[in-house]
């Protein structure tokens, strides 16, 4: 799973398929510790289905940038996965972008 420094102050996430989502994710949470000042943008493109674990995983990630004073969008959820996050729980949390562009311009526009 890469993760990218889009900018000085936007991370960028590409997740890999399951099973490897929740590792991905505990590798993004470490990032984002060691490098707080920044929102996160994950790219969900190439993954069909997340578990409970990696949707609680996501929840953590979305409170600790939170807590920093950041955000955190979800960007490529089709099929299952858009299915998975459009549950009242993680839509009331979460952000989302069509994709990963869509989704920088969008943290581009709201640091301006």
Do not use: K, Y
């Amino acid at each position: 799973m890469p993760i990218e420094h889009w900018s000085e102050f936007v991370v960028l996430v590409s997740l890999s398929a399951e099973p490897q989502v929740e590792e991905d994710l505990l590798d993004a949470t470490e990032c984002v510790s060691l490098h707080s000042d920044c929102d996160v943008v994950v790219d969900c493109s190439q993954v069909d289905r997340v578990g409970c674990c990696s949707c609680r995983r996501l929840l953590d990630l979305d409170d600790t940038l939170r807590a920093n004073g950041h955000r955190l969008l979800l960007c490529g959820p089709t099929g299952n996965l858009g299915a998975t996050f459009a549950t009242p729980a993680l839509t009331q949390r979460l952000g989302f972008a069509a994709d990963r562009f869509s989704a920088l311009a969008r943290l581009g526009l709201a640091n301006a």
